[in-house]
């Protein structure tokens, strides 16, 4: 299975929905367990809709893979980030 190009296009109108509605732990749990799947997308747009929008306690109650799987990814996110500008290195041939 893979994600269509409609499942892209709609990415505005699933936050729309979540802010609205919020997002079920079984919801949750759910996509996060497509973490590493052919439709990997669907793990990561919740995990950061989560880590943007639940408390702390919130999360404490997702079941523990979804709650390692949240921490990967969140912590993916930051290590590139962080990471600094990969620089193209020239080599220069200087005839001396």
């Known amino acids: 299975m893979c994600l269509g190009i409609e499942w892209f296009e709609q990415r505005d109108a699933r936050r729309e929905q979540r802010d609205r509605y919020g997002v079920s732990l079984r919801a949750a749990e759910s996509a996060l367990a497509m973490y590493h799947s052919t439709i990997d997308p669907v793990a990561t747009e919740m ?16 079941n523990e ?17 962080n990471r600094p500008p990969e620089q193209e290195e020239f080599e220069l041939d200087v005839e001396r």
Do not use: G, P
């Open 65 to 81: 893979s979804a709650r390692e799987v949240l921490a990967l990814i969140v912590e993916e996110r930051e290590e590139r980030r």
């Open 47 to 62: 995990a950061d809709w989560i880590f943007e929008n639940w408390s702390q306690a919130r999360i404490a109650r997702l």
